[in-house]
Every structure is written in structure tokens, then in C-alpha cells.
């Protein structure tokens, strides 16, 4: 039982992940798939983000403008 331990905290050192993978790539480049992956993602996150941004202070700045002629 201990080394299906020490191997499964090796595969999370070096893969990010602790269950085994059906992939035949080396471990390596799986951890490295996974991190393009993650960056990606956070990319398309930040854009939306920064988007929803960008209209909820135009709809801040109409909205302030209106009480100020009022």
C-alpha cells in the first residue's frame, strides 16, 4: 500500500494529477498539456471578465450621468 502511495504523490509531482491516466504520453508532456490547458482557460476567463468590466462601468457611468441632470 505504501508505494501505490509514493506513486500516486509522485504522478501529482509531476503531472498534477494523483489517479492514473489512460494517455500512453510521457508524464511530462501530459504535466504540460495540463498547464496549456489551464492557461487557456484562465485567458478566455480574464477576457469575459474583463469584458462584463468594461459594460457594467459604461452602464455605471450612463447611470450616474442620469441622476446628475435630474
Known amino acids: 500500500m505504501e508505494d501505490l502511495m509514493t506513486t500516486a504523490e509522485q504522478r ?5 494529477r494523483r489517479e492514473a491516466s489512460d494517455s500512453q504520453l510521457p508524464l511530462i508532456v501530459q504535466k504540460r498539456q495540463l498547464e496549456q490547458s489551464a492557461e ?3 485567458a478566455k476567463a480574464a477576457e469575459a471578465f474583463k469584458k462584463t468590466l468594461v459594460e457594467e462601468l459604461a452602464r455605471a457611468k450612463g447611470h450616474k450621468r442620469k441622476m446628475v441632470q435630474r
Open 40 to 42: 487557456a482557460i484562465s
Open 12 to 16: 501529482f509531482i509531476s503531472t498534477g
